[in-house]
C-alpha cells in the first residue's frame, strides 16, 4: 500500500527499532511507496512512511531492494555530496562513502553482508541514517 510521506523532523529524529518478521508487510509498503515516487525518489526507510523500523528500501541500479536491519560495518573512500530529502525541504551537504560493507536481515531474516559502491552505497547511507535518527 503506498503510505503518505512523513515530515515531521521530531520523528524523524528518533532512533528506529530492530525490525521483526511481523514487520515484512512494511516492508512491502515501502516497496509500493518508493515505486510511486520513482520519478523523485531514489529510497526510503520505514520512518518515512510513519513505521519507527530499521527497513530500507533502495533502487539498486533500477532494481528495489529491501533490507532489514542494515548497519554498516565496513566503509572506505569518504566523500562530500549535497542530497535531498522527501521528508525534509532543500538539499543539504553530507559525508558519505564510496565504498561500503553492509550487514542485514533479508526477507527470511537470514542474515546476510554484502558490499555496495557508487550511487547504491549513497543511498543506503542516507537511509540507515534515518534509521539512526539522523536528518541531514
Not at 27 to 44: K, S, W, Y
Not at 53 to 60: C, E, H, T
Request: charged share 20%; hydrophobic share 40%.
Amino acid at each position: 500500500m503506498v503510505k503518505p510521506i512523513v515530515q515531521d523532523p521530531a520523528f524523524l529524529s528518533q532512533p528506529s527499532a530492530p525490525a521483526t518478521p511481523e514487520d515484512l508487510p512494511v516492508g512491502q509498503d515501502l516497496l509500493d511507496t518508493l515505486a510511486a515516487h520513482a520519478d523523485t525518489c531514489v529510497g526510503m526507510a520505514a520512518n518515512m512512511i510513519g513505521v519507527a523500523k530499521r527497513i530500507i528500501v533502495f533502487s539498486n541500479e533500477g532494481t528495489p531492494t529491501l533490507l532489514f536491519n542494515p548497519k554498516i560495518v565496513k566503509q572506505s573512500g569518504p566523500y562530500r555530496v549535497e542530497e535531498g530529502c522527501l521528508s525534509l525541504p532543500g538539499r543539504r551537504e553530507a559525508k558519505r562513502y564510496q565504498s561500503i560493507k553492509v550487514e542485514y536481515q533479508n526477507e527470511a531474516f537470514q542474515t546476510r553482508w554484502k558490499t555496495f559502491r557508487g550511487f547504491p552505497a549513497q543511498i543506503i547511507q542516507h537511509e540507515i541514517d534515518h534509521c539512526n535518527g539522523i536528518l541531514i
